[in-house]
């Protein structure tokens, strides 16, 4: 199924199932293809995330980020409470094209300690 997004505030919601939730506690990887017109809003792009980042918000305990920054670096985060960062991985800088399709390659974790 392909999702196409206006741009503006779209995103699609996968839910909160255990696995999701406690994805990040076991080795994973995550890809995609994207086709970003910009390096996203606060120069920080979400391709795909499962974490809330509300102070006091039972879901800031932890969770993962795929993004591409301002500089157009591709990067991959996992958290853990309090918020601690798990692991912090980022690529080169204009790493991804802009108004361009391309496949972004998997980036994975080991499990979280």
Same mark, same amino acid.
């Given at each position: 199924?392909?999702?196409?997004?206006?741009?503006?505030?779209?995103?699609?919601?996968? &839910?909160?199932?255990?696995?999701?939730?406690?994805?990040?506690? %076991? @080795?994973? *990887?995550?890809? #995609?293809?994207?086709?970003?017109? =910009?390096?996203?809003?606060?120069?920080?792009?979400?391709?795909?995330?499962?974490?809330?980042?509300?102070?006091?918000?039972?879901?800031?305990?932890?969770?993962?980020?795929?993004?591409?920054? &301002?500089?157009?670096?591709?990067?991959?985060?996992?958290?853990? %409470? @309090?918020? *601690?960062?798990? #692991?912090?991985?980022?690529?080169? =800088?204009?790493?991804?094209?802009?108004?361009?399709?391309?496949?972004?390659?998997?980036?994975?974790?080991?499990?979280?300690?």
């Amino acid at each position: 199924m392909a999702l196409d997004f206006d741009g503006a505030a779209g995103y699609y919601s996968l &839910g909160s199932t255990a696995a999701l939730d406690n994805l990040a506690q %076991a @080795a994973f *990887a995550v890809s #995609a293809w994207i086709n970003p017109s =910009s390096t996203g809003e606060g120069g920080t792009g979400r391709i795909a995330t499962h974490r809330n980042n509300t102070v006091g918000s039972p879901d800031n305990a932890g969770g993962w980020l795929f993004f591409m920054d &301002g500089t157009a670096s591709l990067g991959f985060q996992t958290v853990s %409470a @309090a918020p *601690a960062t798990l #692991a912090n991985n980022r690529g080169a =800088s204009n790493q991804a094209t802009l108004n361009a399709w391309q496949g972004v390659p998997p980036h994975s974790t080991s499990a979280a300690a």
